[in-house]
């Protein structure tokens, strides 16, 4: 690893300030054993999110961190270790959380409203309120006026965009986000960081997202975990001390985020592990 960049991130890590801890994992064990391999996916994986931040997620492909999400969200059981959501224990599908997927799936047989008002549907939110709550977040979303329609009308970007406002009708205590942006061309991921940035100042919720473009964590993120591979694991989680809104000003052209990027990137040259 380079020697300019090997002490500034992590000399930040050590904050003064008492965060309020929303969602506690502690020592979280995976392994997926198939016929042909067996897979160490998350080894004693700890992690205090605090309260309404926006932590991301970043390491090379199958380091564990979407066997993570998938964990936190009750998708995935792990074999040990604990998980708590506001002090309570998490165990099976939290009501709590809800996950963008990469692939968003919108059900092309309902309009945009009834895509982004199933979560509620699920939890038995009566149908009146249900509508008024999702004609909010799709106006949130800027996409109110396309409510009405199938979502196979409606391009890539605005495809996301009902993802996020279904992820967030239900109001979850935290959202979880597995590159929601990956598939889309640089501008509309562009539009849609600062979307998702605005949102997230707007309404507080916690954020927890995984990606593999390190501008996209560092323009968007409080702290950013770094995983490493075989076995999964989180090393090290970097305080990203930029101002904010960082829409203001070219967050990619300042000092701190050019040191953050290029120790982040020698930590992801340098992850490489066995493939797995
Ligand atoms: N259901 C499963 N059965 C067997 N192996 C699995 C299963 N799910 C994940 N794995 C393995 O666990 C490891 C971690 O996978 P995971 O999808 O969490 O990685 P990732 O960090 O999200 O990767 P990417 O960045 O490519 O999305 C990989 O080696 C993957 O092949
Ligand atoms: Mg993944």
Request: glycine share 12%; proline share 12%; hydrophobic share 35%.
């Given at each position: 690893m380079s020697s300019h960049v090997t002490t500034a991130p992590s000399a930040k890590t050590a904050s003064s300030v008492e965060h309020e801890i929303i969602l506690r994992i502690e020592k979280v064990c995976k392994t997926f054993v198939t016929n042909d391999r067996t897979v160490h996916a998350l080894d004693r994986v700890s992690l205090d999110v605090r309260r309404g931040e926006f932590i991301s997620l970043v390491g090379i492909?199958?380091?564990g961190k979407t066997t993570l999400l998938r964990i936190v969200d009750g998708l995935e059981d792990a074999d040990s270790g604990m998980l708590s959501l506001d002090g309570a224990k998490l165990e099976g599908i939290s009501r709590d959380m809800s996950y963008v997927f990469q692939?968003?799936?919108?059900?092309?047989?309902?309009?945009v409203l009834d895509n982004v008002a199933l979560g509620l549907e699920v939890r038995g939110v009566p149908k009146a309120e249900r509508r008024e709550r999702a004609m909010e977040v799709l106006d949130m979303v800027g996409l109110a006026a396309v409510a009405k329609s199938p979502p196979y009308t409606l391009s890539g970007g605005m495809q996301q965009r009902v993802g996020v406002a279904r992820a967030l009708a239900i109001r979850p205590k935290v959202l979880l986000m597995d590159e929601?942006?990956?598939?889309?061309d640089n501008f509309t991921r562009e539009a849609l960081q600062v979307e998702i940035a605005n949102l997230w100042e707007k309404l507080g919720t916690t954020i927890m997202f995984v990606t593999h473009d390190v501008d996209e964590a560092i323009f968007l993120s409080d702290r950013i975990g770094l995983f490493q591979p075989g076995p999964g694991r989180l090393t090290e989680v970097l305080e990203v001390d930029l101002p904010r809104p960082r829409t203001d000003y070219d967050v990619r052209a300042h000092g701190r985020a050019i040191e953050l990027r290029s120790y982040i990137t020698e930590h992801l040259r340098g992850a490489r592990g066995p493939v797995q």
């Open positions: 492909s199958g380091c692939d968003i799936n919108l059900l092309p047989w309902r309009s929601p942006f990956g598939q889309l």
